[in-house]
């Protein structure tokens, strides 16, 4: 009677590991030469202009506006203070993003960034917003960021006289508190953190896309006896995800000079 166990074939082995190894080539080169094409891309970008990224949800948008009186009214409590609060660091975050990620471009790349008042102007002129460069007015499709519209980032680059034009969508923060969970490794347990996402793009002064970085980060919370630190986390957060999109970015710019 036969056995039913076979002896490995060497050579089915050897040719398996080949087929691998040519395939982890072909991909690495195929890699290499969309590097290649960005960086092609972006050798003669000068003048960048850098969108106010905004979340893409309509959680402020149904909020009270920033700025609006509210002396005559009685001081939120409990869900609505909740609520109003959120509101607040949603705005902070928003403002602190539209300050840092043109700060960072500047100092991590050599290309000039074109001035926010002028940008402010250009959409003004044109009678467009941040969320009108993009698809369904930048609104998030589940999880899913919105695309910008080409003809649209085409039409502003074209009046702000700017080679390339950042822009990008943060989603909603969002806080997550320690717990204990089951997987295949037993029991373990998770930190508090905080998470942020964003979606960020490049596109070039005749609308065609040179980067497209979709980022997340978990940032720990910061609890100090009975006091915690949720905005400043959030900040921080943020600021992790414009240095990963600058770390993306940097590998297809030439080096910044000085």
């Known amino acids: 009677m036969k056995s039913l166990l076979r002896t490995p074939n060497p050579l089915l082995s050897l040719s398996s590991l080949l087929l691998c190894l040519m395939l982890l080539a072909a991909q690495g080169a195929l890699a290499d030469t969309a590097g290649d094409k960005k960086r092609a891309q972006l050798a003669g970008v000068k003048r960048v202009a850098v969108i106010p990224p905004f979340f893409g949800t309509d959680t402020l948008s149904k909020g009270r506006p920033q700025g609006e009186p509210n002396d005559s009214k009685p001081a939120a409590s409990g869900a609505a203070a909740n609520k109003e609060t959120s509101l607040t660091y949603l705005r902070k975050l928003q403002a602190h993003v539209d300050e840092a990620l043109p700060q960072q471009l500047a100092q991590r790349t050599p290309f000039t960034v074109i001035p926010a008042v002028e940008t402010a102007q250009a959409l003004k002129d044109l009678k467009l917003t941040p969320e009108k460069l993009f698809e369904n007015d930048g609104m998030m499709q589940g999880s899913h960021f919105a695309l910008p519209v080409a003809d649209t980032v085409r039409a502003l ?36 953190h905080v998470r942020c996402k964003a979606g960020y793009f490049v596109l070039l002064a005749d609308g065609s896309e040179v980067l497209h970085d979709y980022l997340e980060v978990m940032h720990p919370l910061t609890r100090i006896g009975e006091h915690e630190y949720l905005l400043a986390d959030w900040l921080e957060a943020e600021d992790l995800v414009i240095n990963d999109l600058m770390d993306e970015l940097t590998r297809y710019t030439p080096k910044k000079s000085g």
């Open 157 to 192: 680059a074209s009046r702000l006289h700017a080679d390339a034009v950042l822009l990008g969508t943060l989603d909603e923060p969002r806080r997550t508190n320690g717990h204990y969970y089951i997987d295949f490794g037993g029991i373990n347990y998770q930190s508090s």
